[in-house]
C-alpha cells in the first residue's frame, strides 16, 4: 500500500510539471507571434509607420 501511495505522488507531480511546461512553451510561443505580428513594417526598419494626420505632408513623386 505504501508502495502505491508513493507511486501516486510522483505521477501527480509529473503531471504538475508536464502542465507547467506546457503552459511555459504556450507563453514562448505567444511571445514569439506577438513579436512577429507587432512589426509591421515589412522589414524596412527606416520607414515609420503611417499615422493618422497624412494629410499633413506633400505626397511623394
Not at 511555459?24 to 510561443?29: L, M
Not at 524596412?44 to 511623394?60: I, T
Amino acid at each position: 500500500m505504501f508502495a502505491y501511495e508513493i507511486h501516486r505522488m510522483h505521477h501527480a507531480e509529473l503531471l504538475r510539471e508536464a502542465a507547467a511546461l506546457r503552459l511555459s512553451h504556450e507563453a514562448a510561443r505567444a511571445a514569439r507571434g506577438a513579436r512577429r505580428f507587432g512589426r509591421r513594417s515589412g522589414g524596412h526598419e527606416d520607414e515609420g509607420r503611417v499615422g493618422a494626420e497624412r494629410g499633413r505632408f506633400v505626397r511623394a513623386a
